[in-house]
């Protein structure tokens, strides 16, 4: 089981990427400072539920969708190849995104 700090920092970054967004363009549109949106990919800074929200409202995602782990949806043989799994993630992104 895989910690939801992790799951929330990879669909962080995943849907912020697929969206074409900076971390500046997400600490705009969050209200939140830049060093903080760097900060809570790195994992040097843990969100508030304030802060998350922010981020859900700026990404336009529900926010469990930020803690949604695709791999547990995943066959175990995906999750041989980090190539294979990177883009099976960002499918499954790209999916959600166009279901908003």
């Not at 089981?1 to 967004?21: H, Q, V, Y």
């Not at 190849?81 to 992104?93: D, G, M």
Request: aromatic content about 4%; hydrophobic content about 45%; cysteine-free.
């Amino acid at each position: 089981m895989r910690l939801a700090k992790e799951i929330f920092i990879e669909n962080l970054k995943a849907i912020r990427i697929a969206k074409g967004l900076t971390q500046v363009d997400l600490s705009e549109l969050a209200d939140l400072s830049p060093s903080i949106v760097s900060d809570i990919e790195t994992g040097r800074r843990n969100p508030t539920l304030i802060t998350i929200e922010k981020i859900a409202l700026a990404l336009e995602v529900p926010v469990h969708q930020l803690f949604y782990d695709v791999q547990e949806d995943l066959p175990p043989s995906a999750l041989e190849s980090k190539e294979e799994l990177r883009t099976l993630i960002h499918q499954l992104v790209d999916k959600a995104i166009d279901m908003n």
